[in-house]
T-cell receptor, first 113, second 114 residues
Framework: DQQVKQNSPSLSVQEGRISILNCDYTNSMFDYFLWYKKYPAEGPTFLISISSIKDKNEDGRFTVFLNKSAKHLSLHIVPSQPGDSAVYFCAASGILLASQFYFGTGTSLTVIP | KAGVTQTPRYLIKTRGQQVTLSCSPISGHRSVSWYQQTPGQGLQFLFE???????NKGNFPGRFSGRQFSNSRSEMNVSTLELGDSALYLCASSLTVANTGELFFGEGSRLTVL
């Protein structure tokens, strides 16, 4: 049962444009969300997080939006750079749930120079 | 500050064998989680250890086991390997219990079962 879903396996964007990666979840008890970036042959690295008390969090070129009513979050990268080409995973957890993160299946982003 | 270290990075085994993977967390981190990554499946949670106690276990068969030592280092073991166990095994550490803060991942151990 996939509680966190990333329905787009891949995304291609021109350099300088906005990349929007989407993530949907089913468990209303999730209250903390993370985005990770993963290059081949490396472990995932943390990008940005958001808690359910917020609907937006920004860090430089990265912004995460949370729509609790729709159980949807998105990661915006502006402007996109070739070095952003990687697989992006969203993950969710809940303070009242078991001590683990639930990960999506990932979206492979390609930024075209 | 040293990151999460996983050994070995790559290994090849045959069906029926067993394997042990090791993870050294970031100094001061008491929680270690293990995830399995396979193509198209994302990261699947295996288990979490905190202060030498297994706090949570994912939906994997009993062939998958783990432990944590007093210095927070962790090992996971897979017995009677099957072809489907071929995957990237990722270890992550965190300062507190694993669902309340950022996870720091190692580079993974890539297991190939022939």
């Amino acid at each position: 049962d996939q509680q966190v879903k990333q329905n787009s396996p891949s995304l291609s964007v021109q350099e300088g444009r906005i990349s929007i990666l989407n993530c949907d979840y089913t468990n209303s008890m999730f209250d903390y969300f993370l985005w990770y970036k993963k290059y081949p042959a490396e472990g995932p690295t943390f990008l940005i997080s958001i808690s359910s008390i917020k609907d937006k969090n920004e860090d430089g070129r990265f912004t995460v939006f949370l729509n609790k009513s729709a159980k949807h979050l998105s990661l915006h990268i502006v402007p996109s750079q070739p070095g952003d080409s990687a697989v992006y995973f969203c993950a969710a957890s809940g303070i009242l749930l078991a001590s683990q993160f639930y990960f999506g299946t990932g979206t492979s982003l390609t930024v075209i120079p | 500050k040293a990151g999460v270290t996983q050994t070995p990075r790559y290994l090849i085994k045959t069906r029926g064998q067993q394997v042990t993977l090791s993870c050294s967390p970031i100094s001061g981190h008491r929680s270690v989680s293990w995830y399995q990554q396979t193509p198209g499946q994302g990261l699947q949670f295996l288990f979490e250890y905190f202060s030498e106690t297994q706090r949570n276990k994912g939906n994997f068969p009993g062939r998958f086991s783990g432990r944590q030592f007093s210095n927070s280092r962790s090992e996971m073991n897979v017995s009677t390997l099957e072809l489907g166990d071929s995957a990237l095994y990722l270890c992550a550490s965190s300062l507190t219990v694993a669902n309340t803060g950022e996870l720091f991942f190692g580079e993974g151990s890539r297991l190939t079962v022939l």
